[in-house]
């Protein structure tokens, strides 16, 4: 089930097609995963050593993960300031934030240069709220960025809020002011290409079958087996495949629907080129206007896969069409029978902080890996290819030493119990939701499934 956005990057390209690996290869460094964080990791290196041999080894397409599904809201990690402070201190947690502001530069900056229509935006995000018990929330990181003199949250009236959306559904909110949308799958397809222009060897419709954690590590596949100085993990959902990994995260799938372009309709309601807006929800709703006039929104809390089942839940989204109609009603009753041009669904990889982690595998320190971006990995994926390609390089640097490498979490139960305790969890969200729509307060046995909720990227 390809995204609309990865059908229309597909269909625009003109690229080169690349073969699966057929035979042994050696090189210094291989990644597995060819979405924006293996992508990005494969340029950095070859920017900073250009002599460096670079594999990356992707079991479907570029782009066939998450980085080819996701809704594109580029959002810069101030939210994820205090957490951030807390584990480290105030100067290297603005350091790490200002490095996510520059990721939306780079990643205008490497379109300009090479073409790529990521159709980056002027339009920020708004954080908003659909029922009073769910507003404010965004209040103690803003008073906190407000200190560091951060104005990266401004507050809208209720009147505000409706000029800029167009809905009446939103009762409080405040706006990212350095957020932007792009387009998803043409920023995948595009670093594909440049990856390929710096002379990254890519081996598409090749999995990793087995990974050989000896001194040098090797991906073993169908057509061959690499061997690598180094091996970097960019898998995303899917690295719940690799036990060392499978504690510290776990998925739940989002599901997410698109127009066909109704710019009339947009032009009647006003909201042609409006700002994106979620609400509060835990299972968080988001709705943007696209470059060509489509509407495109998500609703998370879909699939909650078994193990690291994943690629059963990708068959079709948990939604159907009508469900998802009912969403974007909510917001925009004039919408509810829009033509639309497809729906999908994608994993969402969640670690119980909301924060990705990067780090050497306990097993093989020569084995590295980044996931867990908790619903938010546009931006953060740049950042971590930073830190990746310093582990790759042995350096000792900035990155390195940040506090989003950190030791692993065992915050997640092994399968059936992961898998049984979030069907609890998920049902305790839903109902918790519910009532605070309600205004009404829920009993203790949900407050009890509610502590084991992995916290979001929300500003909280
Ligand atoms: C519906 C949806 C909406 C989202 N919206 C947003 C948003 O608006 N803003 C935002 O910041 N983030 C959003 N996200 C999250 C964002 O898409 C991800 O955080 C980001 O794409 C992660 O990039 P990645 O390269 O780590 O993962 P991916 O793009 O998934 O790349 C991992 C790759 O690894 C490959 N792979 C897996 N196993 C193997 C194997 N054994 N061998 C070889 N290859 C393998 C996969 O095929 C995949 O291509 C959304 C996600 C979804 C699903």
Aim: aromatic share 8%.
């Amino acid at each position: 089930m390809k995204s609309v956005w990865l059908d229309q990057a597909l269909k625009a390209e003109s690229g080169t097609t690349v073969t699966p690996l057929d035979g042994d290869l050696k090189v210094d460094v291989a990644i597995v995963g060819g979405g924006y964080t293996g992508l990005w990791t494969a340029i950095e290196l070859k920017n900073r050593k250009p002599e460096l041999d670079v594999a990356i080894i992707e079991r479907d397409i570029c782009g066939a993960g998450g980085s080819g599904a996701n809704a594109g809201h580029a959002i810069p990690m101030w939210l994820a300031m205090p957490w951030l402070e807390n584990l480290s201190s105030t100067d290297e947690a603005m350091r790490i934030c200002r490095a996510s502001v520059e990721a939306i530069d780079d990643i205008r900056n490497i379109s300009a240069e090479h073409g790529i229509d990521s159709q980056v935006s002027t339009h920020n995000t708004i954080w908003g709220a659909t029922c009073d018990r769910q507003s404010g929330h965004w209040e103690k990181v803003m008073e906190l960025l407000e200190a560091h003199q951060i104005h990266a949250l401004k507050p809208l009236s209720r009147d505000e809020l409706r000029e800029a959306t167009g809905t009446e559904a939103l009762v409080a909110g405040v706006v990212d002011t350095g957020s932007v949308t792009l387009h998803p799958g043409n920023l995948v397809r595009g670093l594909r290409r440049v990856a390929l222009a710096r002379g990254v060897r890519l081996f598409e419709k090749t999995a990793m079958t087995r990974l050989g954690r000896t001194s040098p590590p090797t991906v073993t596949t169908d057509g061959g087996t690499v061997t690598a100085g180094k091996v970097i993990l960019a898998m995303y959902g899917w690295s719940l495949s690799i036990p060392e990994l499978r504690s510290n995260a776990m998925v739940m799938f989002t599901d997410a629907a698109m127009t066909e372009p109704i710019p009339e309709l947009l032009d009647e309601l006003g909201i042609r080129n409006a700002p994106a807006f979620t609400d509060s929800r835990v299972f968080i709703e988001a709705c943007r206007t696209t470059a060509d006039d489509r509407i495109l929104w998500t609703k998370s809390g879909g699939w909650l896969p078994y193990g690291d089942k994943l690629d059963a839940c990708f068959k079709r989204p948990h939604r159907t069409e009508e469900q998802m109609r009912d969403v974007l009603a909510a917001y925009h009753p004039r919408l509810r029978d829009a033509p639309l041009a497809g729906s999908w669904c994608g994993p969402i990889d969640r670690t119980m902080s909301g924060m990705p982690t990067f780090g050497r595998l306990p097993t093989c320190r020569d084995i590295l890996f980044g996931y867990g971006y908790s619903g938010a990995g546009v931006v953060p994926s740049r950042v971590g290819s930073h830190i990746l390609a310093s582990l790759a390089m042995d350096m000792e640097d900035e990155w390195t030493r940040c506090p989003l490498v950190r030791p692993l979490d065992r915050a997640f139960p092994p399968e059936p119990f992961r898998w049984i305790g979030g069907q609890f969890v998920k049902a305790a969200i839903a109902h918790k939701d519910r009532y605070d729509h309600e205004g009404r307060d829920v009993g203790p046995l949900t407050n009890f499934w509610l502590k084991f909720k992995p916290k979001s990227y929300k500003p909280t």
